[in-house]
T-cell receptor, first 114, second 115 residues
Framework: EAAVTQSPRNKVAVTGGKVTLSCNQTNNHNNMYWYRQDTGHGLRLIHYSYGAGSTEKGDIPDGYKASRPSQENFSLILELATPSQTSVYFC?????????????FGAGTRLSVL | GDSVTQMQGQVTLSEDDFLFINCTYSTTWYPTLFWYVQYPGEGPQLLLKVTTANNKGISRGFEATYDKGTTSFHLQKASVQESDSAVYYCVLGDLLTGNTGKLIFGLGTTLQVQP
């Protein structure tokens, strides 16, 4: 069973603080993704990665950094958190281009920036 | 740019009713279209995918097809159950050009099934 684990599940941060959201996958997938989910916007892609050491900008990368130190781990970093970054964040993994062509999502991290 | 549009934000049905959700898409690629479902407190999960126009995807009693001529993609189920209550996302992806694996999500349709 494909498994993507996000931590923390809930986070309250202060404006201007640094926030790191972590994601671990045991699927041995090459690709990993960070999305945010907001009412009225659906899911939007922030950053993604093709493998260890690679990070790519998605559709809304401003204010976010990503880090992929290993095949299993992919982090999303908010260096200076702002209230507009209050959202639910989802990590996903997948092997695009294979017969599976499926993304597996974690359960999400609910972030509130006060 | 590439996009998907789901016009139905909320659908309320009774058990055993027929479900039909439609979306439209716009792309210059060769699209693969997906329906993802999200239950409360969980991340989205794949419900089914359709890689070729006019072919049918089937999973868990749900069916989907897309029409290249009208650029529409629909999801249907003959008889919904209360357990089908969830948010359904129409999703556009590109498989054939070796793209990034980026998916474009619609805004979602919240299905509420009343007992």
């Amino acid at each position: 069973e494909a498994a993507v684990t996000q931590s923390p599940r809930n986070k309250v941060a202060v404006t201007g603080g640094k926030v790191t959201l972590s994601c671990n996958q045991t699927n041995n997938h090459n690709n990993m993704y960070w999305y945010r989910q907001d009412t009225g916007h659906g899911l939007r892609l922030i950053h993604y990665s093709y493998g260890a050491g690679s990070t790519e900008k998605g559709d809304i990368p401003d204010g976010y950094k990503a880090s992929r130190p290993s095949q299993e781990n992919f982090s999303l970093i908010l260096e200076l958190a702002t209230p507009s970054q209050t959202s639910v964040y989802f990590c996903a993994s997948g092997d695009w281009g294979t017969s599976q062509n499926t993304l597996y999502f974690g359960a999400g991290t609910r972030l509130s920036v006060l | 740019g590439d996009s998907v549009t789901q016009m139905q934000g909320q659908v309320t049905l009774s058990e055993d009713d027929f479900l039909f959700i439609n979306c439209t898409y716009s792309t210059t690629w060769y699209p693969t279209l997906f329906w993802y479902v999200q239950y409360p407190g969980e991340g989205p999960q794949l419900l089914l995918k359709v890689t070729t126009a006019n072919n049918k995807g089937i999973s868990r009693g749900f069916e989907a097809t897309y029409d290249k001529g009208t650029t529409s993609f629909h999801l249907q189920k003959a008889s919904v159950q209360e357990s089908d209550s969830a948010v359904y996302y129409c999703v556009l992806g590109d498989l054939l050009t070796g793209n990034t694996g980026k998916l474009i999500f619609g805004l979602g349709t919240t299905l509420q099934v009343q007992p």
